[in-house]
């Protein structure tokens, strides 16, 4: 059974930081396209950040770029976003995701396989 395990979420200040893990289970992500999502209260479903297990670029949200970096370490097959500067317009539910379109996209249809989300707090 596949299944992506997400973790990490918290509550924290303005400025602070936060690392989300997340882990594949039941299958290798070593040939996937892999995604972190977020959805805030009232709003669309939107991506963070993105890449190809098998490629060498990452690609990110405007509004995240120079603050969050996403990771993958192949042998735990997970992987990170790490989230520096953290803003209050970056609270939401952070969601990390799986599909097998290439080139990746922050789009949800080409991702097959979802994590149940952890929720991220920033306040003022």
């Known amino acids: 059974q596949v299944q992506l395990v997400e973790s990490g979420g918290g509550s924290v200040q303005a400025g602070g930081s936060l690392r989300l893990p997340c882990t594949a289970f039941?299958?290798?992500?070593?040939?996937?396209?892999m995604a972190w999502f977020r959805q805030a209260p009232g709003k669309e479903r939107e991506g963070v950040s993105w890449?190809?297990?098998?490629?060498?670029?990452?690609y990110y949200a405007d509004s995240v770029k120079g603050r969050f970096t996403i990771s993958r370490d192949n042998a735990k097959n997970t992987m990170y976003l790490q989230m520096n500067s953290l803003k209050p317009e970056d609270t939401a539910m952070y969601y990390c995701?799986?599909?097998?379109?290439?080139?990746?996209?922050?789009?949800?249809?080409?991702?097959?396989?979802w994590g149940q989300g952890t929720r991220v707090t920033v306040s003022s």
């Open positions: 890449f190809s297990w098998s490629g060498s670029t990452n």
């Open positions: 039941g299958w290798n992500i070593g040939h996937a396209t």
């Open positions: 995701a799986a599909g097998f379109t290439f080139p990746p996209r922050p789009v949800i249809a080409d991702y097959n396989y």
